[in-house]
């Protein structure tokens, strides 16, 4: 089972940016494996943020963060990095990243989706502070 470690939080002030990465540990690949990136808010429930799919042909992105958040796979494909712009203090959070075996991020209803429910192997996540 693939061991995930999340890095490059930090404090941010409105409008910075902050780029988030995830390592495969011990030499390993997320080749074969759908990815994403889940935000927990202080008291709130964990949320998805943005979805890869296996073959990186299917991505997810949350209404919030399209066009501002940028997930991709590194050429090494132990990677994955999110890159965020324009933060704002609303998106304060534990930054997670997980894997799901399934490689499949399309739901029954036939869209991209990004449940944390659907994805079984987790990071210790990073936080980001957003402050102002």
Known sequence: QVQLVESGGGSVQPGESLTLSCVASGGDSLDGYAVGWFRQ????????????????????????????????????????????????????????????LDGDIVTDDGDPGCSPSEFGTWGQGTLVVGSG
């Open 41 to 100: 808010a202080p008291g709130k429930d964990r949320e998805g943020v943005s979805c890869l799919s296996s073959t990186d042909m299917v991505t997810f992105s949350a209404n919030s963060v399209k066009g501002r958040f940028t997930m991709s796979r590194g050429d090494d494909r132990n990677l994955v990095t999110l890159r965020m712009n324009s933060l704002n203090p609303e998106e304060t959070g534990v930054y997670y990243c997980a894997t799901d």
